[in-house]
């Protein structure tokens, strides 16, 4: 297993041009028939945060949070949740998306999910600055503990990686599991804090709540921009984080590699 992950990121070194240009191409296509083309993929998720401004800053005057305005405290939280949504969505399907490349015996196919997270990332990197310019408008400036912000986009993109693969690989067999993701997506939007304060509920709900991955995340981008916290001031958290995620990569890996020969007769 450690050789195979040796392999799988020399061939992406190796690839890593094919890889971005395969990202980029995807980003494109998925707009290739609007007439906005790909402004529509920045100009809904900034949609749903002006809404979200306006009704609770402006319409319930929603009080701030440890000191912070709703919408600074919101914003990173909600961004890191709509990579990772956008990316998993995308990503269990990229089996049937490129198929051709599946029955291509050169391409190294387990590479495929990176395509997709990438093809997010793009956007991604873009809603990165819109939060540094929503806290400059406040009054916000950057400080040291923003680079963190590349600490937790690689704690996303592993979580990932490892997620995907599984996914990706049963949803040839079932695509059964696609409608599973869009449930996990939807539920996993109100289980994760991103519109509640997990400090306001008791110790047992938040301990409950910190098993999911996105919780670290999610609060880890949030303490990056306005809570002025290093990811290692939380060491069981980020231990646990680091367990669950590296465990669901190893699955990942094992399951893609053991289905991959089926790929082909199966699309």
């Not at 490129?98 to 956007?123: A, C, E, H």
């Not at 600055?129 to 590349?150: A, E, M, S």
């Not at 306005?226 to 290692?232: A, E, L, P, R, T």
Request: with cysteine.
């Amino acid at each position: 297993m450690i050789r195979g992950f040796k392999n799988f990121f020399k061939c992406l070194f190796e690839e890593r041009k094919v890889i971005i240009d395969l990202a980029k191409n995807d980003f494109k296509s998925k707009y290739t028939n609007s007439l906005l083309g790909v402004i529509w993929a920045f100009l809904l998720p900034l949609m749903i945060i002006m809404v979200l401004w306006f009704v609770f800053q402006v319409g319930f005057r929603s009080t701030p949070v440890d000191n912070i305005p709703f919408i600074l405290w919101y914003i990173p939280a909600f961004l890191s949740w709509n990579f990772f949504s956008d990316a998993l969505g995308a990503g269990a399907g990229c089996i049937f998306d490129y198929s051709y490349l599946v029955k291509n015996m050169q391409f190294r196919v387990s590479s495929l999910p990176l395509v997709k997270i990438i093809s997010s990332s793009f956007v991604h990197f873009f809603f990165i600055g819109v939060i540094f310019l929503f806290y400059l408008i406040y009054g916000w400036f950057p400080n040291i503990y923003n680079i963190q912000v590349i600490y937790y986009y690689f704690c996303t993109v592993v979580l990932l990686l490892g997620t995907i693969w599984v996914m990706s690989s049963l949803a040839v067999f079932s695509r059964d599991i696609l409608n599973i993701i869009s449930l996990i997506v939807q539920v996993g939007f109100w289980a994760t804090p991103l519109v509640w304060d997990p400090s306001s509920m008791p110790k047992t709900v938040q301990m409950v709540v910190k098993i999911n991955p996105m919780y670290y995340i999610c609060m880890g981008y949030r303490e990056t921009f306005s809570g002025k916290i290093w990811f290692w001031e939380h060491p069981i958290l980020t231990i646990y984080f680091w367990i669950f995620a590296l465990t669901i990569l190893f699955i990942g890996a094992y399951v893609f590699h053991k289905l991959r020969p089926q790929f082909a007769d199966m699309l």
